[in-house]
């Protein structure tokens, strides 16, 4: 079983960046697929970015363009480059892998994830 730690959370002015990293051990996720989902308080955890095991990109419409996800297999780490951020992308984001190195947006079809990390973006 792999473990995933996220990092790099915190409160941003709206029209900042953040970058979130996502360390893995216990095994390389170098053929995963691995995704950022996020979670608002009171709404459910939603689908934010994906790289799948060839290193394509999948993004949610409400992050295109702002977001960029991206992998160092060297590290096994994936990361999480956020730019022009909105009051809307507060959460605490969560990174998660399959083994199953295709893309999906489904949460129930990543068995491992991470404790999250909390973003605040400030208006």
């Known amino acids: 079983q792999v473990q995933l730690v996220e990092s790099g959370g915190g409160l941003v002015q709206a029209g900042g960046s953040l970058r979130l990293s996502c360390a893995a051990s216990g095994r390389t996720i170098s053929g995963d697929a691995v995704a950022w989902f996020r979670q608002a308080p009171g709404k459910e955890r939603e689908f934010v970015l994906c790289?799948?095991?060839?290193?394509?990109?999948y993004s949610a419409d409400s992050v295109n363009g702002r977001f960029t996800i991206s992998r160092d297999n060297a590290k096994n780490t994936v990361s999480l480059q956020m730019n022009s951020l909105k009051p809307e992308d507060t959460g605490v984001y969560y990174c998660?892998?399959?083994?199953?190195?295709?893309?999906?947006?489904?949460?129930?079809?990543?068995?491992?994830w991470g404790q999250g990390t909390q973003v605040t973006v400030a208006s």
């Open positions: 998660a892998s399959r083994e199953r190195g295709y893309y999906s947006s489904n949460t129930k079809n990543y068995g491992s």
């Open positions: 790289i799948d095991w060839s290193s394509l990109t």
